[in-house]
C-alpha cells in the first residue's frame, strides 16, 4: 500500500509543487511484527532491539507496470535477540523516524531469532503504484 503522504509527495513532485518535500534521495526497508490496519500504515510495529537497524533499499530493478523491485540484495545486521514474527516491511524516507511511504505483507512470515539475519534478495521486495480501482 503507498501511504496518502507519499501518493501527495510523489504528485506534488511531478506537478513541481513548492508546498511538499522532495523525494527522499535514499528508501529504507523497515519490519514490522503487525500488519497495519489501514492505508496510511496505521498500527506498523516496527522490530526494535537486538542490533535492528534499517535497511537502505539502494537501486531498483525498471519498473515494469507501474512495480518497482529491489536490484541488489538489502542486508539487515544479524541480530542478537529475537526479533519476534515479522509480518510486513515497510518504506520509510529516514534511516530511523520519518515518515513511512509503503508497506505490504511479506509472503510468509518470519520468525527471526538471535543469530538469524534477514536479507531480500534482489527482485523479492515489490512496491507497486497502482490507481485505486473507480479512479479515472
Keep these: 500500500m503507498i501511504t496518502k503522504y507519499f501518493l501527495n509527495m510523489i504528485a506534488g513532485n511531478v506537478m513541481h509543487s513548492t508546498s ?26 516496527e522490530v526494535s532491539g537486538g542490533a535492528y537497524m534499517r535497511g537502505t533499499f539502494g537501486v531498483s530493478a525498471e519498473p515494469v507496470d507501474g512495480m518497482a523491485a529491489n536490484a541488489v540484495d538489502i542486508e539487515f545486521p544479524e541480530c542478537t535477540a529475537n526479533w519476534g514474527t515479522v509480518k510486513a516491511f515497510g518504506l520509510y524516507d529516514a534511516v530511523s523516524g520519518g515518515h513511512l511511504l509503503s508497506w505490504d505483507a511479506l509472503k510468509t512470515e518470519q ?26
Design 20 to 45: 511538499v518535500a522532495a523525494l527522499p534521495p535514499t528508501y529504507y526497508v523497515a519490519l514490522s511484527t503487525a500488519m497495519p490496519t489501514n492505508d496510511d500504515g496505521a498500527g506498523f510495529t
Design 111 to 136: 520468525t527471526i531469532v538471535a543469530g538469524n539475519q534477514v536479507r531480500f534478495k534482489p527482485g523479492t521486495l515489490k512496491i507497486t503504484f497502482t490507481k485505486k480501482a473507480g479512479s479515472r
